[in-house]
């Protein structure tokens, strides 16, 4: 099952402008982390954020945490057309003693226009 | 240094069949995890290893196995393939076992059912 999931599904905007993506989850996590993926290949890491931690940067990315209303956001600042892709949130949940592995959402499919 | 990678990258296969899909981690990482992607969809968790031992599994059926070599490359296998497996299946390896982290996934191995 889905544990998160990313609003909205699709998002247009033209090169340069900011892109805002958000997630949504339902359990508590440990971290949270989004990846990127071009058309159906391989996922890409782009930046993790623990359950104590609310804001983190990482280039022309800045992720927010709020734990209260279990939810995420990644912004994209000065986009380009090679930001063109999906891009998933996955949570990584409290686990007793084994490996849940990461629960992915459905993604955001973001397209930059040239 | 090389990344993830997995093999066959495309293979077709008819109802009933078996099959094997393998994945190479990262030199140095010692935990592997499967994850199943359904077209348009994110993915979904199936198996961890580390230290060749089973951390965690998914909610997938007994068809799904793997195991982990003395080298931590890995084996997926699915037994009497049904229409529905027929998805995007990424191999991801890590440092650790202990929790999930950050991943690093190979391109996949598309599986088609017929």
């Known amino acids: 099952s889905q544990q998160g999931e990313e609003d909205p599904q699709a998002l247009s905007i033209q090169e340069g402008e900011n892109a805002t993506m958000n997630c949504s989850y339902k359990?508590?996590?440990?971290?949270l982390q989004w990846y990127r993926q071009n058309s159906g290949r391989g996922l890409v890491h782009l930046i993790l954020?623990?359950?104590?931690?609310r804001e983190k940067h990482s280039g022309r990315l800045r992720v927010t945490l709020d734990t209260s209303k279990k939810s995420s956001s990644l912004l994209i600042t000065a986009s380009r057309a090679a930001d063109t892709a999906s891009y998933f949130c996955a949570t990584e949940q409290y686990s007793g003693g084994g490996a849940d592995g990461l629960t992915f959402g459905k993604g955001t499919h973001l397209i930059i226009q040239p | 240094d090389a990344g993830v990678t997995q093999s066959p990258t495309h293979l077709i296969k008819t109802r009933g069949q078996q099959v094997t899909l393998r994945c190479s981690p990262i030199s140095g990482h010692k935990s592997v995890s499967w994850y199943q992607q359904v077209l348009g969809q994110g993915p979904q968790f199936i198996f961890q290893y580390y230290e060749k031992e089973e951390r965690g599994r998914g909610n997938f059926p007994d068809r799904f196995s793997a195991r982990q070599f003395p080298n931590y490359s890995s084996e997926l296998n699915v037994n009497a393939l049904l229409l529905g497996d027929s998805a995007l299946y990424l191999c991801a390896s890590s440092w650790t076992g202990m929790n999930t982290g950050e991943l690093f996934f190979g391109e996949g191995s598309r599986l088609t059912v017929l």
């Open positions: 359990t508590s996590i440990n971290n």
């Open positions: 954020i623990r359950s104590n931690e």
